[in-house]
Protein backbone atom coordinates (compact mmCIF):
# COMPACT_ATOMS: atom_id res chain seq x y z
CA UNK A 1 0.00 0.00 0.00
CA UNK A 2 3.07 2.41 0.91
CA UNK A 3 4.06 1.96 -2.83
CA UNK A 4 0.91 2.34 -4.23
CA UNK A 5 0.85 5.75 -2.50
CA UNK A 6 4.64 6.49 -3.18
CA UNK A 7 3.98 6.25 -6.74
CA UNK A 8 0.51 8.08 -6.62
CA UNK A 9 2.34 10.78 -5.17
CA UNK A 10 5.12 11.24 -7.67
CA UNK A 11 2.67 11.39 -10.64
CA UNK A 12 0.91 14.03 -8.47
CA UNK A 13 -2.36 15.41 -8.17
CA UNK A 14 -3.71 11.77 -6.75
CA UNK A 15 -3.49 10.20 -10.15
CA UNK A 16 -3.53 6.64 -10.46
CA UNK A 17 -0.13 5.16 -11.30
CA UNK A 18 0.16 4.60 -15.12
CA UNK A 19 1.53 0.93 -14.68
CA UNK A 20 0.17 -0.76 -12.10
CA UNK A 21 1.66 -3.78 -10.11
CA UNK A 22 5.54 -4.00 -8.78
CA UNK A 23 6.83 -2.99 -12.58
CA UNK A 24 10.76 -2.66 -13.54
CA UNK A 25 12.42 -1.79 -16.10
CA UNK A 26 13.16 -5.76 -16.55
CA UNK A 27 9.30 -6.72 -16.42
CA UNK A 28 8.57 -3.71 -18.68
CA UNK A 29 11.38 -5.01 -21.16
CA UNK A 30 9.84 -8.70 -21.05
CA UNK A 31 6.36 -8.38 -21.16
CA UNK A 32 6.36 -6.34 -24.51
CA UNK A 33 9.40 -7.50 -25.99
CA UNK A 34 8.03 -11.51 -25.61
CA UNK A 35 5.05 -10.93 -27.38
CA UNK A 36 7.59 -10.49 -30.35
CA UNK A 37 9.22 -13.08 -29.57
CA UNK A 38 6.75 -15.84 -28.87
CA UNK A 39 4.41 -17.24 -30.88
CA UNK A 40 1.20 -15.35 -31.24
CA UNK A 41 -1.97 -16.61 -29.23
CA UNK A 42 -4.34 -19.27 -31.27
CA UNK A 43 -7.05 -15.99 -32.13
CA UNK A 44 -4.08 -13.72 -33.73
CA UNK A 45 -3.83 -16.58 -36.53
CA UNK A 46 -7.85 -16.80 -36.64
CA UNK A 47 -7.82 -13.02 -37.04
CA UNK A 48 -5.13 -12.83 -39.22
CA UNK A 49 -6.50 -15.40 -41.41
CA UNK A 50 -10.02 -13.21 -41.37
CA UNK A 51 -7.95 -10.13 -42.14
CA UNK A 52 -6.33 -12.19 -45.78
CA UNK A 53 -9.46 -13.03 -47.11
CA UNK A 54 -10.80 -9.80 -46.60
CA UNK A 55 -7.64 -8.27 -48.71
CA UNK A 56 -8.04 -10.73 -51.36
CA UNK A 57 -11.88 -9.17 -51.49
CA UNK A 58 -9.85 -6.06 -51.78
CA UNK A 59 -7.92 -6.73 -55.10
CA UNK A 60 -10.99 -8.78 -56.60
CA UNK A 61 -13.10 -5.19 -55.92
CA UNK A 62 -10.44 -3.16 -57.15
CA UNK A 63 -9.08 -5.60 -59.79
CA UNK A 64 -12.80 -5.44 -61.29
CA UNK A 65 -13.67 -1.62 -61.29
CA UNK A 66 -10.47 -1.41 -63.14
CA UNK A 67 -11.65 -4.15 -65.45
CA UNK A 68 -15.35 -2.76 -65.80
CA UNK A 69 -15.00 1.10 -64.54
CA UNK A 70 -17.18 2.53 -62.03
CA UNK A 71 -20.22 1.61 -63.72
CA UNK A 72 -20.04 -1.17 -61.33
CA UNK A 73 -21.04 1.27 -58.39
CA UNK A 74 -23.62 2.82 -57.45
CA UNK A 75 -23.15 6.58 -58.30
CA UNK A 76 -25.26 8.17 -60.88
CA UNK A 77 -26.18 11.65 -62.63
CA UNK A 78 -26.91 13.81 -59.14
CA UNK A 79 -24.64 11.66 -57.12
CA UNK A 80 -21.37 11.53 -58.37
CA UNK A 81 -19.14 11.00 -55.44
CA UNK A 82 -20.49 7.99 -53.48
CA UNK A 83 -18.88 5.50 -50.92
CA UNK A 84 -15.29 5.81 -52.61
CA UNK A 85 -15.26 9.28 -50.76
CA UNK A 86 -17.44 8.86 -47.83
CA UNK A 87 -14.58 6.01 -47.10
CA UNK A 88 -11.77 8.16 -47.74
CA UNK A 89 -12.69 11.00 -45.74
CA UNK A 90 -13.83 8.23 -42.68
CA UNK A 91 -10.17 6.26 -43.09
CA UNK A 92 -8.31 9.67 -42.91
CA UNK A 93 -10.18 10.71 -39.81
CA UNK A 94 -9.38 7.47 -38.15
CA UNK A 95 -5.82 7.80 -39.08
CA UNK A 96 -6.58 11.60 -36.88
CA UNK A 97 -6.01 9.87 -33.56
CA UNK A 98 -2.24 8.87 -33.74
CA UNK A 99 -0.99 12.33 -34.17
CA UNK A 100 -2.67 13.73 -31.47
CA UNK A 101 -2.20 11.12 -28.77
CA UNK A 102 1.65 11.25 -30.11
CA UNK A 103 2.42 14.82 -30.79
CA UNK A 104 0.27 17.20 -29.32
CA UNK A 105 -0.38 15.11 -25.53
CA UNK A 106 3.31 14.78 -26.25
CA UNK A 107 3.57 18.79 -26.22
CA UNK A 108 1.45 18.62 -23.52
CA UNK A 109 3.29 16.51 -21.58
CA UNK A 110 0.23 14.45 -20.98
CA UNK A 111 2.20 11.40 -19.70
CA UNK A 112 -0.36 8.63 -20.35
CA UNK A 113 -0.11 8.55 -23.83
CA UNK A 114 2.99 6.52 -22.97
CA UNK A 115 1.01 3.19 -23.26
CA UNK A 116 -1.37 4.02 -26.50
CA UNK A 117 0.82 6.21 -28.74
CA UNK A 118 2.30 2.93 -30.46
CA UNK A 119 -0.72 2.00 -31.28
CA UNK A 120 -2.40 5.38 -32.41
CA UNK A 121 1.04 6.11 -34.38
CA UNK A 122 0.82 2.48 -36.83
CA UNK A 123 -3.22 3.09 -36.34
CA UNK A 124 -2.50 6.47 -38.79
CA UNK A 125 -0.08 4.82 -41.17
CA UNK A 126 -2.17 1.97 -41.96
CA UNK A 127 -5.49 3.77 -42.18
CA UNK A 128 -3.68 6.95 -44.28
CA UNK A 129 -3.08 3.98 -46.93
CA UNK A 130 -6.36 2.70 -47.11
CA UNK A 131 -7.70 6.03 -47.78
CA UNK A 132 -5.46 6.92 -50.37
CA UNK A 133 -6.41 4.41 -52.40
CA UNK A 134 -9.81 5.93 -52.60
CA UNK A 135 -9.23 9.20 -54.61
CA UNK A 136 -7.34 6.96 -56.99
CA UNK A 137 -9.92 4.58 -58.01
CA UNK A 138 -12.85 6.77 -57.82
CA UNK A 139 -11.73 8.72 -60.95
CA UNK A 140 -12.16 5.80 -63.14
CA UNK A 141 -9.47 6.10 -65.53
CA UNK A 142 -6.33 4.80 -62.82
CA UNK A 143 -3.86 4.83 -65.81
CA UNK A 144 -4.43 8.96 -65.34
CA UNK A 145 -4.51 8.91 -61.44
CA UNK A 146 -0.66 10.68 -61.53
CA UNK A 147 -2.99 13.95 -62.42
CA UNK A 148 -3.63 14.53 -58.86
CA UNK A 149 -0.06 15.18 -58.79
CA UNK A 150 1.78 18.46 -58.75
CA UNK A 151 3.64 17.09 -62.07
CA UNK A 152 6.19 19.96 -64.06
CA UNK A 153 4.59 21.48 -66.26
CA UNK A 154 6.42 20.63 -69.69
CA UNK A 155 4.39 17.85 -69.59
CA UNK A 156 1.50 19.94 -70.67
CA UNK A 157 -0.42 18.89 -67.32
CA UNK A 158 -0.84 22.37 -66.14
CA UNK A 159 -1.99 21.03 -62.96
CA UNK A 160 -4.75 23.50 -61.21
CA UNK A 161 -3.20 24.31 -58.12
CA UNK A 162 -6.84 26.17 -57.02
CA UNK A 163 -8.06 23.19 -57.04
CA UNK A 164 -8.95 20.90 -53.19
CA UNK A 165 -7.98 17.61 -54.94
CA UNK A 166 -4.63 18.64 -55.37
CA UNK A 167 -4.12 20.21 -52.19
CA UNK A 168 -5.48 16.45 -51.00
CA UNK A 169 -2.46 15.52 -52.03
CA UNK A 170 -0.11 17.97 -50.86
CA UNK A 171 -2.13 17.01 -46.92
CA UNK A 172 -2.64 13.79 -47.10
CA UNK A 173 1.11 13.01 -48.61
CA UNK A 174 3.04 15.18 -45.73
CA UNK A 175 0.80 13.80 -43.26
CA UNK A 176 1.56 10.21 -44.16
CA UNK A 177 5.35 11.10 -44.63
CA UNK A 178 5.46 12.68 -40.87
CA UNK A 179 3.73 10.03 -39.03
CA UNK A 180 5.76 7.60 -40.74
CA UNK A 181 9.11 9.33 -39.73
CA UNK A 182 7.20 9.77 -36.07
CA UNK A 183 6.75 6.68 -35.88
CA UNK A 184 10.08 5.03 -36.98
CA UNK A 185 11.56 7.55 -34.93
CA UNK A 186 9.74 6.16 -31.90
CA UNK A 187 10.65 2.63 -32.28
CA UNK A 188 14.36 3.20 -32.57
CA UNK A 189 15.19 2.48 -28.68
CA UNK A 190 13.23 -0.44 -29.18
CA UNK A 191 14.54 -1.94 -32.19
CA UNK A 192 17.66 -2.10 -30.40
CA UNK A 193 16.39 -3.76 -27.60
CA UNK A 194 14.64 -6.82 -29.74
CA UNK A 195 18.14 -6.22 -31.45
CA UNK A 196 20.16 -7.23 -28.23
CA UNK A 197 17.53 -9.83 -26.85
CA UNK A 198 17.49 -11.78 -30.49
CA UNK A 199 18.47 -15.13 -29.95
CA UNK A 200 18.75 -15.88 -33.51
CA UNK A 201 21.08 -14.46 -36.02
CA UNK A 202 18.38 -13.48 -38.59
CA UNK A 203 16.72 -11.66 -35.79
CA UNK A 204 20.00 -9.63 -35.03
CA UNK A 205 20.75 -8.66 -38.40
CA UNK A 206 17.23 -7.35 -39.50
CA UNK A 207 16.28 -5.42 -36.23
CA UNK A 208 20.01 -4.45 -35.92
CA UNK A 209 19.39 -2.95 -39.20
CA UNK A 210 16.64 -0.81 -38.07
CA UNK A 211 17.80 0.23 -35.22
CA UNK A 212 20.31 2.49 -36.68
CA UNK A 213 23.38 1.56 -34.60
CA UNK A 214 21.36 2.74 -31.70
CA UNK A 215 23.43 1.71 -28.49
CA UNK A 216 21.46 3.90 -25.82
CA UNK A 217 24.51 6.43 -24.90
CA UNK A 218 24.10 10.45 -23.69
CA UNK A 219 24.36 12.09 -26.90
CA UNK A 220 21.90 9.56 -28.90
CA UNK A 221 19.52 9.89 -26.14
CA UNK A 222 20.22 13.84 -26.51
CA UNK A 223 19.99 13.93 -30.19
CA UNK A 224 16.97 11.32 -30.15
CA UNK A 225 14.77 13.45 -27.54
CA UNK A 226 15.57 16.71 -29.78
CA UNK A 227 14.75 14.75 -33.30
CA UNK A 228 11.01 13.29 -31.19
CA UNK A 229 10.35 16.76 -30.12
CA UNK A 230 10.65 18.26 -33.86
CA UNK A 231 8.88 15.95 -35.50
CA UNK A 232 5.89 16.10 -32.79
CA UNK A 233 6.36 19.94 -33.54
CA UNK A 234 5.94 19.66 -37.24
CA UNK A 235 3.45 16.99 -37.03
CA UNK A 236 0.79 19.00 -34.76
CA UNK A 237 -0.25 21.31 -37.22
CA UNK A 238 -0.93 18.95 -39.28
CA UNK A 239 -3.91 17.81 -36.78
CA UNK A 240 -5.76 20.12 -38.28
CA UNK A 241 -4.30 21.20 -41.66
CA UNK A 242 -5.50 17.33 -43.16
CA UNK A 243 -8.88 17.61 -42.42
CA UNK A 244 -9.21 20.74 -43.17
CA UNK A 245 -8.35 20.16 -46.53
CA UNK A 246 -10.38 18.01 -46.41
CA UNK A 247 -12.99 19.60 -45.91
CA UNK A 248 -12.45 21.82 -48.49
CA UNK A 249 -13.47 19.37 -51.38
CA UNK A 250 -17.07 19.83 -50.20
CA UNK A 251 -16.88 23.33 -48.80
CA UNK A 252 -15.47 25.26 -51.96
CA UNK A 253 -18.46 24.48 -54.33
CA UNK A 254 -21.60 26.24 -54.30
CA UNK A 255 -23.80 23.14 -53.30
CA UNK A 256 -26.35 23.95 -50.53
CA UNK A 257 -25.27 22.09 -47.06
CA UNK A 258 -21.79 22.15 -48.64
CA UNK A 259 -20.64 25.97 -49.10
CA UNK A 260 -20.41 26.88 -45.47
CA UNK A 261 -17.37 27.82 -43.21
CA UNK A 262 -17.98 25.23 -40.50
CA UNK A 263 -16.66 21.96 -42.29
CA UNK A 264 -12.81 22.85 -41.25
CA UNK A 265 -13.20 22.73 -37.21
CA UNK A 266 -15.93 20.43 -37.97
CA UNK A 267 -14.01 17.46 -40.08
CA UNK A 268 -11.02 17.81 -37.59
CA UNK A 269 -13.41 17.87 -33.90
CA UNK A 270 -14.88 14.61 -36.22
CA UNK A 271 -11.52 12.95 -37.02
CA UNK A 272 -10.60 13.10 -33.59
CA UNK A 273 -13.44 11.80 -32.73
CA UNK A 274 -13.81 8.67 -34.72
CA UNK A 275 -10.23 8.11 -34.30
CA UNK A 276 -10.02 7.62 -30.48
CA UNK A 277 -12.93 5.77 -30.81
CA UNK A 278 -10.83 3.31 -32.86
CA UNK A 279 -8.04 3.85 -31.12
CA UNK A 280 -10.41 2.31 -28.32
CA UNK A 281 -11.39 -0.83 -30.42
CA UNK A 282 -7.87 -2.26 -31.36
CA UNK A 283 -6.75 -1.06 -28.01
CA UNK A 284 -9.31 -3.50 -25.91
CA UNK A 285 -8.90 -5.88 -28.19
CA UNK A 286 -5.19 -6.09 -27.73
CA UNK A 287 -4.70 -5.66 -24.07
CA UNK A 288 -6.83 -8.92 -23.47
CA UNK A 289 -5.30 -11.01 -26.00
CA UNK A 290 -1.87 -10.35 -24.55
CA UNK A 291 -2.55 -9.62 -21.34
CA UNK A 292 -1.68 -6.00 -21.16
CA UNK A 293 -4.09 -4.55 -18.48
CA UNK A 294 -1.36 -3.92 -15.89
CA UNK A 295 0.56 -1.70 -18.63
CA UNK A 296 -2.92 -0.01 -20.66
CA UNK A 297 -4.79 0.11 -17.35
CA UNK A 298 -8.25 1.69 -16.60
CA UNK A 299 -6.66 4.74 -16.10
CA UNK A 300 -6.01 5.83 -19.92
CA UNK A 301 -9.08 3.33 -21.03
CA UNK A 302 -11.09 6.05 -18.78
CA UNK A 303 -8.86 8.70 -20.46
CA UNK A 304 -10.10 8.33 -23.87
CA UNK A 305 -13.16 7.97 -22.92
CA UNK A 306 -13.52 11.13 -21.32
CA UNK A 307 -11.26 12.74 -25.18
CA UNK A 308 -14.64 10.91 -26.67
CA UNK A 309 -17.15 12.84 -24.39
CA UNK A 310 -15.77 16.34 -25.28
CA UNK A 311 -15.19 15.64 -29.07
CA UNK A 312 -18.51 14.14 -29.35
CA UNK A 313 -19.70 17.08 -27.65
CA UNK A 314 -18.08 19.24 -29.93
CA UNK A 315 -19.42 17.51 -32.99
CA UNK A 316 -23.15 17.58 -31.76
CA UNK A 317 -22.51 21.19 -31.23
CA UNK A 318 -21.35 21.45 -35.16
CA UNK A 319 -24.36 19.61 -36.19
CA UNK A 320 -27.13 22.12 -34.40
CA UNK A 321 -25.08 24.92 -35.84
CA UNK A 322 -25.26 24.24 -38.97
CA UNK A 323 -29.39 23.51 -38.96
CA UNK A 324 -29.65 27.17 -37.14
CA UNK A 325 -27.60 28.56 -39.92
CA UNK A 326 -29.50 26.96 -42.47
CA UNK A 327 -32.85 28.55 -40.81
CA UNK A 328 -30.84 32.01 -39.96
CA UNK A 329 -29.23 32.28 -43.52
CA UNK A 330 -33.14 32.63 -44.96
CA UNK A 331 -31.52 30.54 -47.97
CA UNK A 332 -34.52 28.62 -48.84
CA UNK A 333 -32.10 26.07 -50.52
CA UNK A 334 -30.02 25.65 -47.46
CA UNK A 335 -32.65 24.92 -45.33
CA UNK A 336 -34.12 21.98 -47.48
CA UNK A 337 -31.03 20.39 -47.96
CA UNK A 338 -30.55 20.04 -43.84
CA UNK A 339 -34.65 19.47 -43.78
CA UNK A 340 -33.85 16.74 -46.43
CA UNK A 341 -31.12 15.45 -44.59
CA UNK A 342 -33.34 15.06 -41.49
CA UNK A 343 -36.86 14.10 -42.92
CA UNK A 344 -35.72 13.32 -46.46
CA UNK A 345 -35.15 9.49 -47.91
CA UNK A 346 -32.14 8.90 -46.16
CA UNK A 347 -33.66 9.71 -42.91
CA UNK A 348 -32.25 6.25 -40.92
CA UNK A 349 -28.87 7.72 -41.90
CA UNK A 350 -29.21 10.73 -40.35
CA UNK A 351 -31.22 9.62 -37.52
CA UNK A 352 -28.44 6.77 -36.63
CA UNK A 353 -25.64 9.65 -36.91
CA UNK A 354 -26.75 11.32 -34.64
CA UNK A 355 -27.87 8.02 -31.91
CA UNK A 356 -24.14 6.98 -32.48
CA UNK A 357 -22.65 10.25 -32.38
CA UNK A 358 -23.96 12.46 -30.07
CA UNK A 359 -26.38 10.14 -27.56
CA UNK A 360 -23.89 7.25 -27.01
CA UNK A 361 -21.04 9.68 -25.76
CA UNK A 362 -23.20 11.17 -23.14
CA UNK A 363 -22.95 7.57 -21.52
CA UNK A 364 -19.46 8.64 -20.61
CA UNK A 365 -20.75 11.55 -18.23
CA UNK A 366 -20.71 8.75 -15.84
CA UNK A 367 -17.41 6.75 -14.25
CA UNK A 368 -19.44 3.64 -14.11
CA UNK A 369 -19.59 3.56 -17.94
CA UNK A 370 -16.20 5.18 -18.58
CA UNK A 371 -14.60 2.07 -16.52
CA UNK A 372 -16.68 -0.88 -17.73
CA UNK A 373 -14.54 -2.74 -20.75
CA UNK A 374 -18.23 -3.93 -22.64
CA UNK A 375 -19.55 -0.65 -22.27
CA UNK A 376 -16.48 1.22 -23.80
CA UNK A 377 -15.72 -1.58 -26.62
CA UNK A 378 -19.60 -1.02 -28.33
CA UNK A 379 -19.81 2.41 -27.81
CA UNK A 380 -16.22 2.64 -29.67
CA UNK A 381 -17.74 0.57 -32.22
CA UNK A 382 -20.85 2.92 -32.69
CA UNK A 383 -19.21 5.93 -32.70
CA UNK A 384 -16.86 5.01 -35.26
CA UNK A 385 -20.44 3.37 -37.19
CA UNK A 386 -21.68 7.03 -36.77
CA UNK A 387 -18.79 8.69 -38.17
CA UNK A 388 -19.41 6.85 -41.31
CA UNK A 389 -23.01 7.28 -41.89
CA UNK A 390 -22.02 11.39 -41.11
CA UNK A 391 -19.67 10.82 -44.46
CA UNK A 392 -22.96 9.33 -45.78
CA UNK A 393 -25.39 12.22 -45.16
CA UNK A 394 -22.99 14.62 -46.20
CA UNK A 395 -22.34 12.93 -49.51
CA UNK A 396 -25.79 11.64 -50.65
CA UNK A 397 -27.07 15.08 -50.04
CA UNK A 398 -26.45 14.99 -53.59
CA UNK A 399 -29.59 13.19 -54.74
CA UNK A 400 -31.49 16.56 -54.57
CA UNK A 401 -29.72 19.10 -56.13
CA UNK A 402 -31.35 22.45 -57.80
CA UNK A 403 -33.20 20.73 -60.39
CA UNK A 404 -36.33 17.56 -58.93
CA UNK A 405 -36.19 16.58 -62.39
CA UNK A 406 -32.64 14.70 -61.76
CA UNK A 407 -33.52 13.66 -58.26
CA UNK A 408 -32.30 10.39 -57.68
CA UNK A 409 -32.20 7.73 -54.65
CA UNK A 410 -28.59 6.60 -54.16
CA UNK A 411 -28.16 2.55 -53.84
CA UNK A 412 -24.28 1.72 -53.15
CA UNK A 413 -24.05 -1.90 -55.14
CA UNK A 414 -22.28 -5.21 -53.72
CA UNK A 415 -18.83 -4.07 -55.04
CA UNK A 416 -19.38 -0.42 -53.08
CA UNK A 417 -19.36 -2.61 -49.94
CA UNK A 418 -16.89 -4.84 -50.98
CA UNK A 419 -14.31 -2.59 -51.77
CA UNK A 420 -14.89 -0.99 -48.31
CA UNK A 421 -14.64 -4.03 -46.43
CA UNK A 422 -11.80 -5.54 -48.44
CA UNK A 423 -9.83 -1.82 -47.13
CA UNK A 424 -10.22 -3.00 -43.80
CA UNK A 425 -8.30 -6.21 -44.91
CA UNK A 426 -5.57 -3.93 -45.66
CA UNK A 427 -5.71 -2.17 -42.09
CA UNK A 428 -6.33 -5.24 -40.18
CA UNK A 429 -3.29 -7.25 -42.30
CA UNK A 430 -0.77 -4.50 -41.51
CA UNK A 431 -1.87 -4.15 -38.09
CA UNK A 432 -1.59 -7.90 -36.73
CA UNK A 433 1.64 -8.07 -38.50
CA UNK A 434 2.72 -4.57 -36.73
CA UNK A 435 1.45 -6.87 -33.61
CA UNK A 436 3.21 -9.64 -34.03
CA UNK A 437 6.68 -8.23 -35.27
CA UNK A 438 6.73 -4.97 -33.60
CA UNK A 439 6.62 -4.00 -30.24
CA UNK A 440 3.07 -3.14 -29.80
CA UNK A 441 3.48 0.13 -26.50
CA UNK A 442 6.46 1.61 -26.25
CA UNK A 443 9.14 0.31 -24.13
CA UNK A 444 11.52 3.12 -23.82
CA UNK A 445 8.27 5.68 -22.71
CA UNK A 446 6.88 3.25 -20.18
CA UNK A 447 9.52 3.06 -18.25
CA UNK A 448 10.47 6.77 -18.31
CA UNK A 449 6.46 7.21 -16.29
CA UNK A 450 7.55 4.45 -13.58
CA UNK A 451 8.92 5.57 -10.56
CA UNK A 452 12.06 5.17 -10.38
CA UNK A 453 12.65 6.96 -13.53
CA UNK A 454 12.52 9.29 -11.33
CA UNK A 455 16.14 10.58 -10.02
CA UNK A 456 14.36 11.50 -6.52
CA UNK A 457 12.66 7.95 -5.93
CA UNK A 458 12.83 6.17 -2.68
CA UNK A 459 15.06 9.01 -0.93
CA UNK A 460 12.28 10.76 0.30
CA UNK A 461 13.05 14.20 -1.84
CA UNK A 462 9.82 14.93 -3.61
Known sequence: MEAVKETMHEHGHGDPPLVEGPATFGSITRDISIITERKPPVLWYYAFGGALIFLMTFFVSVGFLLWEGTGIWGINVPVSWGL????????VGIGHAGTLISAVLFLLRQRWRTSINRFSEAMTIFAVICALVFPGI??????????FAPVP??????????????????????????????????????LATLRDRAKTRTRQLIFGILALGWRGGNRQWKHY?????????????????VHSIVSTDFATSLLPGWHTTIFPPYFVAGAIFSGFAMVMTLTIIARKIFNLGHIITMYHMENMAKVLLVTGLMVGYAYSCEFFIAWYSGN???????????????????????????????????KKMRTSIPVLFVASILINIGMWFERFVIIV??????????????SPTVWDWLTYLGTFGVFFTFFLLFLRFLPMISMAEVKGVLPQANPHHGNGKH
Open 138 to 147: HVGRIWVAYW
Open 153 to 190: NQMSMWPNFRSPLLWDFFAVGTYFTVSLMFWYVGLIPD
Open 397 to 410: TLSRDFLPSSWDYY
Open 225 to 241: ELAYLILAGLSTPLVLS
Open 332 to 366: DYEAFAFINRAFGPFWWAYWSMIFCNVVVPQLFWS
Open 84 to 91: AIVNFVWW
